[in-house]
């Protein structure tokens, strides 16, 4: 197999340790998933106004890892 041939798919599953908003996200029940991800999707909630009712709630997450989750630059990828 080439070079070529190697690189000519991208792999199909990132390496590294998962996103902490997946990982999060995982941990939630139903209803509080489908509250984080309306927010996640709106845009006129911000980053650091969604880490903050986290925090309010006793999640220890911070507004970089949101913002690169939303952008899809996590390790996840997951684009919204």
């Not at 845009?43 to 309010?56: C, G, K, N, P, Y």
């Not at 507004?63 to 684009?79: F, I, K, T, V, Y």
Request: charged share 25%.
């Amino acid at each position: 197999m080439s070079l070529a041939d190697r690189l000519a798919e991208p792999p199909v599953q990132m390496k590294g340790p998962r996103c902490s908003i997946y990982l999060l996200l995982l941990q939630l029940d139903a209803d509080e998933t489908a509250a984080l991800n309306t927010a996640l999707a709106d845009e006129r909630f911000t980053s650091v106004a969604i880490a903050d009712a986290l925090q309010a709630e006793g999640y220890a997450v911070k507004e970089s890892p949101l913002r690169r989750h939303r952008l899809g630059r996590c390790a996840c990828g997951d684009a919204l």
